[in-house]
């Protein structure tokens, strides 16, 4: 067992399946986690005075560096040697915690991967951005300040009735040039919105803080579909949209890629970030890298490999299949 250093940390792999505890040689009780996602994570182990065996993160690596986190364990464990008992004065704190403490808790887990989707990923740079907006407008606001252990079923209720009805909705300046956060209600919305704080209270439950989730099991109603009763004549407009755009010299970018989105389905972020590496037009399959529900392997039909091939005739030097304008390392974004 080694002396933890940062060439170890930083060089330590993560177990695919579970967590991997790397302890230190020369301070007894000090140690790092590393999660299957990669989230490294400083922390000690020890025993309170009724013997039970503790453990408790005390940072993340990154935040803080090897050395400052051995100075923070080896403080910790001096205070347990004088009786004290580090991991119940932290549950003792968050058991007072509002939904705004655990809102932050629940950020920075899936921000530094300590927190996975139920799919055991990671979820991706879109999906908390999303989160957090839907946290920031929607939750917050509503039931920021209510305490987690006092949340009931028929506050959350009240809360998927308010976001549905629209009373969450705003538009502000983002204080970017020209931005705008346009903040809608809904029946979606409020239906995700519910989603994603039945996640949170979940990790809250697994902290401990509560017994049973408010939010889980609570009849939100269908999502309206939507359904076309003419998809051909809306395809043909399409088709018409692109060539005139084609006449009026939009850029090449915008109008290949709105066919490869019309053809493949592919998501906007999908297309705009899709990479040649991630095609092998040989076997005519793309093999995508991260998506929104993780790796992904999809079939290549002719008319996409076609679409794909005179793409690549005009510019396939680049890393993007979509270059952005100027940027000659980046992929389009108009």
Known sequence: MPRLTKVIVENSAPHPDRDLFIWDADLTGFGLRVKPSGAKTYLIQYRNGAGQSKRVSIGRHGVLTTEEARGKARTELAKVTLGADPRAEKDAQRQGWTVRQLADHYMRGI?????????????????????????????????????????????????????????????????????????????????????????????????GLIATNPAHGLALGKDKRREENDPETLYQALGRAIRLAEKEAETWQATECLRFIALTGFRLGEAIGLRWSEIDLKRRVFRLAATKTGASVRPISLRVSELLTRIEMRCGEGEYVFPAKRDSDGHYGG
Do not use: C, W, Y
């Open 111 to 207: 921000e530094s991967g300590d927190i996975l989707t139920r799919f055991g990923r990671p979820k991706s740079a879109s999906t908390i951005a999303t989160d957090r907006g839907r946290i920031d407008r929607h939750i917050l606001p509503l039931i920021g300040n209510t305490p987690v252990r006092d949340l009931t079923r028929q506050q959350v209720q009240s809360v998927h009735r308010d976001i549905k009805a629209g009373r969450t909705a705003v538009d502000v300046a983002t204080g970017k040039l020209r931005g705008r956060a346009i903040v809608e209600g809904g029946r979606g919305t409020a239906k995700r919105t519910i989603g994603l704080l039945s996640g949170m209270l979940k990790e809250a439950i697994d902290m």
